[in-house]
């Protein structure tokens, strides 16, 4: 099943389930390069990441083959949520993909009752004639448990800022 969601028109994202696979698609009006570093920077990626409302008062991404990625989801209404995982591939401007996990505030794996251990995230970018065409592959999950909101408003926010970036400079930065 396919869904549009967000402000309408070809900033919508298209929202679709391969089993236990989210798979999301939007076009960005704004270079590959620019839109790439937007989710391996940990600046520009505190900035648009997360449900709206959210925000992530600790960010840190190390975007290479190994290296890691935590963050803090902090929320007015509801309690804190540590996440931690790993990249496996960051092939710029192309392709990255990382493995997520709930956590603590110091890194360690917890778990967290009714969801998976750990899901892996595919982020595919490409060029497209009106910008950047990214398309994100969420697996392993076992239901939506606020995915396709979370994933919604974060590709709403990273539209967003990429609008605000790339008017600004006129050119990718």
């Known amino acids: 099943m396919t869904a549009a969601a967000g402000s309408g028109g070809t900033a919508s994202t ?3 389930w391969q089993g236990a696979e989210l ?3 939007r ?5 590959r390069e620019l839109v790439f570093r937007a989710w391996t920077d940990e600046e520009h990626w505190a900035r648009w990441f997360g449900p709206h409302g959210s925000t992530l008062p600790f960010c840190r ?3 290479r083959p190994g290296g890691t990625l935590h963050y803090q989801h902090h929320f007015p209404d509801h309690p804190d949520v540590w996440i931690r995982g790993t990249y496996t591939e960051v092939a710029p401007p192309e392709r990255l993909a990382f493995t997520v996990g709930f956590s603590d505030p110091a890194g360690a794996r917890v778990e967290r009752p009714g969801f998976p251990e750990e899901m892996t995230i595919t982020v595919r970018f490409d060029e497209h004639p009106r910008g950047t ?3 994100v592959h ?3 999950l076992v239901q939506d448990q606020g995915e396709v909101q979370g994933w919604t408003e ?9 609008a605000v970036s790339h008017t600004h400079t006129g050119a990718d930065r």
Not at 27 to 31: E, G, S
Not at 154 to 162: E, H, M, V
Request: glycine share 6%; aromatic share 4%; no cysteine.
């Open 14 to 16: 298209r929202i679709g």
């Open 23 to 25: 798979v999301l698609t």
């Open 27 to 31: 076009v960005f009006h704004a270079p």
């Open 61 to 63: 991404l190390d975007a």
């Open 133 to 135: 065409l990214v398309t």
């Open 138 to 140: 969420h697996a392993g």
């Open 154 to 162: 974060s590709l709403d926010r990273l539209a967003t800022l990429l």
